[in-house]
Each structure stands twice: as C-alpha cells, then as structure tokens.
C-alpha cells in the first residue's frame, strides 16, 4: 500500500491497485505457506523444550583488530625466504646467452607462497633500476591470448586501473592488439610477471612467446605456476621449486599470526601445543597463518588442543586441493560468515572487490545479520569482511575509512568451491550440467549460454561479461521467477525485456559496465522488492525508466546516463543509503525540494556539468565523494554562500 500511496493521480492509484504489481494477492498467497511454517516451528520448539536444549542470544559478530600486515608486501613479513628471493632476483639479473627472452618458473603447491615470494621480488629496488617496464598479470585459467595482450597493454601503461581501463582497446582485433603490444615492447628490457599460470598447452604459450621476443637482451618472464607441466612448457631455465618452511621458520609466521607482539612469552604452554600444530601443516604458509589468525585472541589450551587433536588431519589429500588444516580454520567460523563466504565461490580469482560488490551481493540473498540502530547493510558488509580478513581468509586487504577492498587467493577461493558445491555453482568447460539442487549459478563464458538448461530454482544469475544470447535473457526471466539478484555486466545487450518486471523477488540488479545498454523497460520500476539498482558505466543509457519513484525500499542506486535532469519522483526513494552519479556529462540536477533522510553517502564522479549542491540534501550524510565535477559550488540556497570545488 505504500507504493498505492507514492503513484501519483487517483486513477493511477486505482489502476495500480489492481494491477498485478499490487503484492496484495500475493499475500494472501503465501499466508497458508506462512501457516505451515509456524506449525512446523512450533513443533521444534517443543523438541528443543522435550530435549532440554538451550537458546543462544548472544551476537558473534566481534571484529577483530589485527596490528600485523597491510596490503602491500613488507619484507619482514615474509619470513623464511631470503634464500628464495636471492636465488630469482640473481637469475633476474643475469644477462643470460644470446637469447633475448627468459623465462624463470616457480613452482609449488597452493598455499606455498608463490605470489607473495614474487611480490618480494618484484618490489625490490635492484629490479627497478635494472628494468625499463615492469609489468604484473594475474592469469589464473585465462590463457587466451587477445585477454593476456590485453592484461599486458593495461599493466604496461601508466594509467591507473580503474573500471573502464581497457576501454581503449575493446574494439581491437586480435592484429591490431599484436601490434601495438610488438610497438610497445620493442627494443625494451622488461620484466614480465605471469601469476598462477594454470595453461599446459605448448601452442597457446608459444602464441604469446612469439609477440613478446621483440624486446632487449635481458628481458624475464617470471611465472607462478602450481603445474610442473606447465612449468616445462614455458621454461628457458631451470623450474625454481618452492618448498615448505623449515619448523622454524613455520613457528615463527604461526606465532606472528596467533599472538599480539611480545604476547606469545606469557604464554609458554599453548607455544607447545602450536609446534604440534605447526607440524600438521607441513611448512604451507597460508596454512599456519589462517590456523594462527582462527587462535588469534584465544588463550583457553582446550580449544588449541582441539585444533592440534582434530580427525580432520586423518582425512586423505583430496585432489581439489582443499587442504585440512584450511577446512578446519572455514569449520570455526560462525555460521553467518559460512554462508557469506559460499558466495565467494561465484567470485573470480586475482580480481579486487569492494565492499560495495559484496554487500548488495549478500543482502539480497539475506545473508547479512540484522542491523543494529544505525547500521546500513554496507556497514555490516565491511565488519563480515574485516572479520573474514582477520581469520586470513582474504589478502591484499585495504581499507580506506569509507570502504574496503580485498582479493581471493586462489586456495581459498578453491576452498569457496569445494564447501558451496551443494546450494553454488560456477561452471566451466569440463562441467556438463548445472546440478539439480543449485540455487546460484554463475556462468563465466558467453559461449556456455546456448548449452545450458537454466534451473527454476535459481535465486541468483550471474551472466558472463560480453553476453549477448538474446533467447538465453528472455527463457531466464521467464523461468527463473524466484531470483533474488542479477547480475548482467559488461554485456552487449542494448535493452532488456519488460518481463524483467515479473521478478517479484529480485531485490539485487547489477547492470555494471553495459555500454551498449541504450535503454531500460519502464517494467523495471515495478520491482518492488529491489533493493540494489547499479547502473554504474551504461555509457549510453538514454534516462532511467519512468516510475523509479515506486522502489520505495531501494538502498542503494549507482547511475551512469545521458539524461540531464531527473525526475522529482527520487524524492519518493526515502530508504537510500548509497546514491552514486558517474560520468553523467550532461548531469545538471539540483535537488530542489528533495531530502533522502536515510542517506549516508553520495558521490559525483566526472559529471562535467554538474554547477551546484545545496547543502540541505547533504547535512546528514557520512561521506560526500566529488571528483572530476570542474563546474559544481556547494551552496546553502543563495549567490552569497557558495564554496567552489
């Protein structure tokens, strides 16, 4: 009803009431559904009365406040491999014979510190003096080789990474690509790093090998790879292998993780049963530091001798790569953060989110706890991910005071597959069809669209970037009634269908970076549910959709549009806690006579010809973002208060 009451004329109204968007007959739907649920409660909680068991209401959600590492790569805090960063940094600088191009693998295992060990080197000083270009690419299982040109071109260029940088060469070809790499790298001494490099196929290495020889003598291609294969296929020199720590070396990453500074010398009894620990875990650094972080503040000798004496170090090495001592430290966690860390397993590896990509993520699943007074659900989002950090389970963790960010290592994002396997799937290749019982799909290729029979049962879709199955979009929405969140980025659609409107459920629209999207159906705004609307990066999205006044329980709504002013109807968005407007050019709003008493922040990001700001709309928020807007003055409503930017 309270949407009736938002929708404008009388007739309107009656119109809408009537309508199958009025959420009345659905209602009375779900109240006989509703009634067997509260009869089927009712029976447990006369078991737990009959079985004398108790309720727990204490909140879990402790956020634990580490004062070791930060994002980037410190020296002291890789311990246990000088030995190893002298040995490639050597090899490095070694002019080598004749051959103009080298290449040095390093080898190991997941979870052996290969990444880091080559962040040590990359970082060090005498590589930067002794190199002209020093470019990083996560490869993951993404060998194509116009994606790696790509990566190259991106890493090799000054700019700053940011949403639409490789904007400039989307419209390549693959020889245009070739050749402006050969332009780039010709006659230059580089050091290319290629990390967790998966590819076993000779002809795809060569591909790339070939572009690449047009540099100078000296020039490094320097791998991570858990594959000894394909550490022969791509090797000019001898594999560099990684092995586990020595014990000592193991206690001291496990002490570092499981104790304040200084604090492990009060505590003489649980160092005992920490070199059982350690022990278990056969020198694999992430190991001891994610079973470390799960000790971290714990100083009852029971719980450290649960960890030491588990049955879960008798079970076999599987061959996913799960390892028991990562299992067990995923085991201990609460079971709030269990769930929200099964979406990671939709997620891609080597890439850096923010808050914002998670949060919209696990509210619309309803993942997220209930907010204390105060909090918004991107509150909650960064105390699950600073917790989350905390048990190790995330790295290159920043945060900046107003948001987070964060990257998968891809042992815990192995892990992420192996726990959400019954209820998340992503699929690949080798996978033949989508399990019965999944209810979140993630489809990484636009090839695998026209294979696949799309489940009724899915509360969540994400769509592979470049998409463009048209019957694929129209048999998901129509089959898919039940959806909770949507995902469609990057794709090549130029509009939606309206039956988007029949998703009554779907509180999460993420249209990121569709810059052929030239329009939205108006059916959009009788998505009452929606909670979550991001247009961030539609280019060429003409005005939003009439009627967005409707999605009276929106929270957060990110915009990317050639429309110049907005409808007053925004007033009606009265739950917005996050309103974001970007690269808006022809931006010239000033919203007169609207408040958003929920809001807490608001951003303009190059919206050239955005002129002012009235103060009314921005005294209560908690963080104001104005980047690139040259023209906009904050004023409090006369000529004679304006503050330019």
Same mark, same amino acid.
């Given at each position: ?137 996560? &490869? ?23 949403? #639409?940088?490789? %904007? ?24 290319? &790093? ?5 590819? %076993? ?12 020889? *047009? ?45 304040? @500074? ?40 029971? @719980? ?43 997620? %891609?590896?080597?890439? #850096? ?37 905390? +048990? ?28 959400? +396997? ?69 794709? +090549? ?62 929270? %957060? ?43 807490? *922040? ?12 009235? #103060? ?30």
């Amino acid at each position: 009803m309270q949407v009736v009451n938002t929708s404008g004329s009388i007739r309107r109204k009656v119109r809408h009431y009537f309508s199958s968007s009025n959420p009345l007959a659905y209602r009375l739907k779900m109240a006989h559904q509703i009634k067997d649920i509260n009869e089927r409660l009712t029976k447990v909680a006369a078991d737990r009365h009959n079985f004398g068991l108790q309720t727990n209401y204490s909140d879990t959600r402790v956020v634990q406040n580490r004062e070791l590492t930060h994002s980037h790569i410190n020296d002291s805090d890789v311990i246990g491999r000088e030995h190893d960063k002298r040995k490639i940094i050597d090899l490095l600088l070694q002019d080598g014979d004749d051959r103009s191009l080298s290449v040095i693998p390093i080898v190991g295992m997941g979870g052996m510190g290969k990444t880091t060990l080559a962040k040590s080197v990359y970082n060090d000083k005498r590589l930067c003096q002794a190199f002209q270009k020093m470019m990083w690419i996560c &490869v993951s299982r993404d060998f194509e080789l116009n994606h790696l040109v790509v990566k190259i071109l991106n890493s090799a260029s000054d700019s700053s990474p940011n949403i #639409f940088q490789h %904007e400039n060469f989307q419209n390549f070809d693959i020889e245009q690509l070739k050749n402006h790499l050969r332009n780039t790298l010709a006659d230059q001494k580089f050091l290319l &790093v290629l990390d967790d490099v998966w590819n %076993e196929n000779r002809v795809k290495w060569e591909e790339l090998n070939d572009l690449i020889q *047009v540099c100078a003598k000296g020039s490094k291609v320097l791998v991570t790879t858990r594959s000894h294969k394909t550490a022969d296929v791509m090797s000019t020199n001898t594999s560099h292998i990684l092995e586990g720590l020595s014990q000592n070396d193991s206690l001291s990453v496990f002490v570092k993780w499981a104790f304040k @500074e200084g604090e492990d010398k009060k505590h003489p009894e649980l160092i005992e049963v920490g070199k059982d620990i350690v022990q278990k875990c056969g020198g694999l650094p992430l190991a001891i530091r994610t079973l470390g972080s799960s000790l971290f503040l714990k100083f009852d000798i029971e @719980e450290w001798k649960f960890v030491k004496d588990s049955e879960i170090w008798n079970l076999p090495q599987q061959d996913d790569g799960i390892l028991p001592a990562i299992k067990l430290s995923y085991d201990q966690l609460p079971s709030y953060l269990k769930r929200c860390f099964a979406c990671f397993s939709l997620f %891609e590896k080597g890439i #850096f989110y923010t808050h914002l990509h998670v949060s919209g993520f696990w509210d619309a699943l309803g993942f997220l706890p209930t907010p204390r007074k105060g909090e918004s659900s991107g509150d909650i989002a960064k105390q699950l991910l600073h917790e989350l950090w905390s +048990r190790s389970f995330l790295q290159e963790f920043v945060d900046a005071g107003g948001g987070c960010g964060f990257e998968l290592h891809d042992l815990v994002h192995d892990l992420a597959l192996y726990v959400a +396997r019954d209820d998340f799937q992503l699929l690949n290749f080798q996978c033949e069809n989508i399990r019965a019982n999944v209810r979140h799909l993630s489809v990484p290729e636009n090839d695998m669209l026209g294979q696949i029979s799309i489940p009724t049962g899915l509360r969540s879709i994400v769509f592979p970037e470049e998409a463009n199955n048209k019957p694929f979009l129209d048999t998901c929405l129509s089959r898919c009634k039940y959806l909770r969140l949507l995902q469609i980025s990057d794709s +090549r659609y130029k509009n939606l269908p309206r039956s988007i409107g029949k998703l009554k459920h779907l509180r999460c629209l993420n249209l990121l970076a569709n810059r052929q999207l030239e329009r939205l159906p108006d059916s959009v705004c009788k998505l009452q549910n929606l909670q979550t609307l991001n247009l961030y990066g539609c280019e060429n999205l003409q005005k939003l959709p009439n009627g967005i006044g409707n999605l009276i329980i929106l929270k %957060e709504l990110y915009i990317t549009t050639k429309q110049s002013n907005f409808p007053k109807e925004l007033a009606n968005l009265s739950s917005l806690e996050f309103l974001a407007f970007s690269y808006c050019d022809n931006l010239m709003i000033s919203f007169d006579g609207i408040q958003f008493p929920k809001l807490k *922040v608001l951003s303009f990001v190059s919206c050239g010809n955005l002129k002012s700001l009235p #103060f009314h709309i921005i005294s209560n928020i908690e963080c104001l973002l104005i980047e690139d807007c040259k023209m906009v003055i904050l004023s409090k409503g006369d000529d004679n208060n304006q503050y330019p930017i």
